[in-house]
């Protein structure tokens, strides 16, 4: 897909909260008391322990929680927009895909995203489901983006970054509050164009109360409505692919936006959601969290082998247990999720619709400690052990998976200097080697408001399992013509080529994918001037073995066979569905014979048994340069801008046990982003107003 993406928001919104009727023992100050400098504020994203953002070994953006209250955001998506080097892209109601560094396209799978540090990565498919996350926007307290790597401290697939969302505690968020939100979006061109006008909707309240000076707790719900999206009809533009001129790639029809044979209906979404946090807090210091919470979603996702549609009922379940003093922390955490998604193009064998069920079990129980050292050393050090349980019918071989970690890190501090030096190991059930997650980084600051560092991190996607153990038939999406032939072969052969037919193809996994990796370097500023925040940051990364679902059909034909691709035989007939519906196999003989013409006459036809599977491409190379400037005018009014430069993807030469990264599989980031913004928050108004302008990109599925 390729476009021109510019966007535009504005938003004005009022807002009300009554407050608790006991008083309150310690309220958290309004922008209206104090400023909140950069290099005062607090993240622990970086490192797993608390440092200032000025401080942080690893270039950050913080999303503050008056710009979440402020900006006319409708879901996580247009928030991080506006974050340098972020992509971001939205493909129906519900469906939206965000990397940082990377290319973007409809399955993004190497950025991690946390609540409270609770993953709400699925890893059987590696996707986050955005919609479940169960958090109101007025419940939290700040959104942290680590922009680059960081395995060396959370693991597996922050391969390209992390994106933590921090809630405010019951007592910080003391009192009632809620909201309603609507909006109208433009559908005037493409499918939709006859209905006017889309509407979204949705509401949500919050409740927290302290009973005493021990407990407090904090009830939220909320719920989202949207009408389907508008989607292009028509014919898909023919565009040459940008790497490889002589590839074009387009030409095709749009599936038609209604459920007839080849389309299906663009479906709107609707999420409800549910969360409990419980504070209990002991007199040693120490505060123990119990926490559960439940969201729920329908619409749309796109996969590589079409759109499924997550049916009413679909939904992640989770708790929580967390115990915390001083540096120490203790917590354990339970998802559970249970969906269905009919795909509303890919049809199996018997010519029913491909059915994405998945229920899985994820348990995880992690411990972190930090401890200073001689008041010049930060030690920081923890693990974590996890058990995923999978039930998935595109992959019905699949296995569960236990999974175990452990971290070290050193911050080393002296005068103007500040060197940070940490690893993680990781050893995975469906890997054979233990995979090390090293980071170094190295600050100056010249002056307390200044910094400069340069950083090198090795980062780290494990295979889904999906990736591993996917095998599904599906059948072709265009007919198997071989009337043709008919005149050329005996008489009792005829009427199997008589009528076209859809043949059955296979899609597996591939159990002995690698592990895909990526190194990074990286240099970066940050300075304050007065109320003015500068940032820089300049990186390449280096990515090795990335996973890739291919068609083996397009790579050249000594490959492909070497990596999966098998054809139907005399011994293995071909199978398939007549445009009639009616079940065929094409008898063995008629199959030695398609084997056996000759080049001349079109020869010989092969028909694919096995067409898809995951295989590791690389090494490829990506650079960017991003640059951002944050204003506070005065207590009411600040404003932001920011632009990112992202390069051409080059092809590094592999190594000799490496596939080299065909052209032809290779997304193309939008060179040039730029996103600009004021916000305002007087006492009694609150407004933003937000520009986004995104250069052309190219991506395929």
């Given at each position: 897909?390729?476009?021109?993406?510019?966007?535009?928001?504005?938003?004005?919104?009022?807002?009300?909260?009554?407050?608790?009727?006991?008083p309150k023992p310690s309220p958290t100050p309004s922008p209206h008391d104090e400023t909140v400098k950069r290099e005062e504020t607090i993240v622990v994203s970086a490192s797993k322990s608390e440092t200032t953002l000025i401080n942080a070994p690893a270039t950050m953006s913080v999303i503050p929680e008056e710009t979440i209250v402020n900006a006319p955001a409708q879901n996580?998506?247009?928030?991080?927009?506006?974050?340098?080097?972020?992509?971001?892209?939205?493909?129906?109601?519900?469906?939206?895909?965000?990397?940082?560094?990377?290319?973007?396209?409809?399955?993004?799978?190497?950025?991690?995203?946390?609540?409270?540090?609770?993953?709400?990565?699925?890893?059987?498919?590696?996707?986050?489901?955005?919609?479940?996350?169960?958090?109101?926007?007025?419940?939290?307290?700040?959104?942290?983006?680590?922009?680059?790597?960081?395995?060396?401290?959370?693991?597996?697939?922050?391969?390209?970054?992390?994106?933590?969302?921090?809630?405010?505690?019951?007592?910080?968020?003391?009192?009632?509050?809620?909201?309603?939100?609507?909006?109208?979006?433009?559908?005037?061109?493409?499918?939709?164009?006859?209905?006017?006008?889309?509407?979204?909707?949705?509401?949500?309240?919050?409740?927290?109360?302290?009973?005493?000076?021990?407990?407090?707790?904090?009830?939220?719900?909320?719920?989202?409505?949207?009408?389907?999206?508008?989607?292009?009809?028509?014919?898909?533009?023919?565009?040459?692919?940008?790497?490889?001129?002589?590839?074009?790639?387009?030409?095709?029809?749009?599936?038609?936006?209604?459920?007839?044979?080849?389309?299906?209906?663009?479906?709107?979404?609707?999420?409800?959601?549910?969360?409990?946090?419980?504070?209990?807090?002991?007199?040693?210091?120490?505060?123990?969290?119990?926490?559960?919470?439940?969201?729920?979603?329908?619409?749309?996702?796109?996969?590589?082998?079409?759109?499924?549609?997550?049916?009413?009922?679909?939904?992640?379940?989770?708790?929580?247990?967390?115990?915390?003093?001083?540096?120490?922390?203790?917590?354990?955490?339970?998802?559970?999720?249970?969906?269905?998604?009919?795909?509303?193009?890919?049809?199996?064998?018997?010519?029913?619709?491909?059915?994405?069920?998945?229920?899985?079990?994820?348990?995880?129980?992690?411990?972190?400690?930090?401890?200073?050292?001689?008041?010049?050393?930060?030690?920081?050090?923890?693990?974590?052990?996890?058990?995923?349980?999978?039930?998935?019918?595109?992959?019905?071989?699949?296995?569960?998976?236990?999974?175990?970690?452990?971290?070290?890190?050193?911050?080393?501090?002296?005068?103007?200097?500040?060197?940070?030096?940490?690893?993680?190991?990781?050893?995975?059930?469906?890997?054979?080697?233990?995979?090390?997650?090293?980071?170094?980084?190295?600050?100056?600051?010249?002056?307390?408001?200044?910094?400069?560092?340069?950083?090198?991190?090795?980062?780290?996607?494990?295979?889904?399992?999906?990736?591993?153990?996917?095998?599904?038939?599906?059948?072709?999406?265009?007919?198997?013509?071989?009337?043709?032939?008919?005149?050329?072969?005996?008489?009792?052969?005829?009427?199997?080529?008589?009528?076209?037919?859809?043949?059955?193809?296979?899609?597996?996994?591939?159990?002995?994918?690698?592990?895909?990796?990526?190194?990074?370097?990286?240099?970066?500023?940050?300075?304050?001037?007065?109320?003015?925040?500068?940032?820089?940051?300049?990186?390449?990364?280096?990515?090795?073995?990335?996973?890739?679902?291919?068609?083996?059909?397009?790579?050249?034909?000594?490959?492909?066979?070497?990596?999966?691709?098998?054809?139907?035989?005399?011994?293995?007939?071909?199978?398939?569905?007549?445009?009639?519906?009616?079940?065929?196999?094409?008898?063995?003989?008629?199959?030695?014979?398609?084997?056996?013409?000759?080049?001349?006459?079109?020869?010989?036809?092969?028909?694919?048994?096995?067409?898809?599977?995951?295989?590791?491409?690389?090494?490829?190379?990506?650079?960017?340069?991003?640059?951002?400037?944050?204003?506070?005018?005065?207590?009411?009014?600040?404003?932001?801008?920011?632009?990112?430069?992202?390069?051409?993807?080059?092809?590094?030469?592999?190594?000799?046990?490496?596939?080299?990264?065909?052209?032809?599989?290779?997304?193309?980031?939008?060179?040039?982003?730029?996103?600009?913004?004021?916000?305002?928050?007087?006492?009694?108004?609150?407004?933003?107003?937000?520009?986004?302008?995104?250069?052309?990109?190219?991506?395929?599925?």
């Open positions: 897909m390729r476009g021109l993406i510019p966007a535009v928001g504005l938003g004005l919104l009022w807002a009300a909260a009554a407050a608790a009727q006991e996580y998506g247009d928030l991080l927009r506006s974050v340098p080097g972020m992509n971001v892209i939205q493909t129906s109601a519900r469906d939206f895909n965000v990397t940082s560094r990377q290319s973007t396209s409809t399955l993004t799978n190497s950025q991690l995203v946390l609540l409270d540090g609770r993953s709400v990565y699925l890893d059987f498919f590696g996707l986050v489901l955005w919609d479940f996350v169960p958090t109101n926007a007025s419940d939290i307290k700040q959104i942290e983006i680590v922009r680059g790597p960081a395995s060396a401290v959370w693991g597996a697939n922050a391969m390209t970054g992390v994106i933590n969302i921090i809630t405010k505690s019951p007592r910080e968020a003391e009192g009632f509050g809620a909201t309603l939100t609507g909006g109208i979006f433009d559908r005037g061109v493409g499918s939709r164009a006859n209905d006017g006008n889309g509407k979204s909707f949705g509401g949500n309240f919050s409740v927290a109360r302290a009973p005493n000076d021990r407990v407090s707790f904090r009830l939220s719900a909320g719920y989202f409505d949207s009408d389907p999206y508008s989607r292009p009809q028509g014919t898909v533009p023919k565009v040459p692919n940008p790497l490889l001129p002589t590839f074009i790639v387009g030409g095709g029809t749009y599936p038609p936006d209604r459920d007839v044979l080849g389309g299906y209906p663009n479906n709107g979404t609707k999420q409800p959601k549910a969360d409990l946090p419980v504070d209990q807090d002991f007199s040693d210091g120490g505060r123990m969290t119990y926490q559960g919470g439940y969201s729920g979603t329908t619409g749309i996702v796109h996969t590589g082998i079409g759109p499924f549609d997550i049916q009413s009922g679909s939904y992640l379940a989770y708790g929580k247990l967390q115990y915390t003093k001083g540096a120490l922390k203790v917590a354990g955490f339970a998802n559970f999720v249970d969906a269905d998604a009919p795909n509303e193009l890919a049809r199996d064998a018997n010519g029913q619709a491909v059915v994405l069920g998945f229920k899985t079990q994820t348990y995880d129980f992690e411990i972190g400690h930090s401890t200073v050292l001689g008041g010049k050393h930060l030690l920081t050090y923890g693990g974590n052990a996890r058990r995923n349980n999978f039930d998935i019918t595109l992959a019905p071989n699949s296995k569960d998976r236990n999974e175990f970690g452990a971290y070290l890190q050193e911050e080393y501090f002296v005068d103007q200097w500040r060197l940070s030096a940490g690893v993680r190991v990781d050893k995975f059930g469906n890997l054979d080697d233990p995979f090390f997650s090293p980071r170094i980084s190295l600050m100056y600051k010249p002056l307390k408001n200044h910094s400069l560092r340069v950083s090198f991190n090795r980062a780290f996607r494990a295979p889904s399992d999906i990736n591993d153990y996917l095998s599904q038939e599906i059948l072709s999406p265009r007919p198997v013509d071989l009337r043709p032939l008919g005149p050329l072969l005996p008489p009792p052969l005829r009427p199997f080529v008589a009528t076209p037919f859809f043949l059955i193809v296979n899609n597996i996994g591939n159990p002995n994918v690698k592990a895909q990796s990526l190194n990074a370097y990286e240099f970066a500023y940050t300075g304050t001037v007065g109320k003015t925040i500068l940032g820089l940051a300049v990186y390449q990364n280096d990515t090795s073995n990335d996973i890739n679902f291919t068609n083996l059909t397009t790579l050249p034909t000594a490959l492909a066979l070497a990596n999966g691709l098998t054809f139907y035989s005399a011994a293995n007939p071909a199978r398939g569905l007549t445009v009639t519906g009616q079940p065929i196999t094409l008898p063995p003989v008629l199959m030695t014979v398609l084997a056996s013409i000759p080049a001349q006459f079109g020869g010989p036809i092969l028909l694919p048994s096995v067409a898809s599977t995951y295989l590791n491409f690389g090494p490829l190379r990506q650079r960017g340069v991003e640059l951002s400037i944050e204003q506070e005018f005065n207590h009411d009014v600040s404003a932001y801008a920011n632009y990112s430069y992202q390069n051409t993807p080059k092809v590094l030469d592999p190594d000799s046990d490496q596939i080299r990264y065909p052209l032809t599989e290779i997304n193309i980031p939008a060179k040039n982003r730029f996103n600009a913004g004021v916000s305002m928050n007087a006492k009694r108004f609150i407004g933003n107003v937000q520009v986004s302008f995104v250069d052309k990109a190219f991506w395929q599925d």
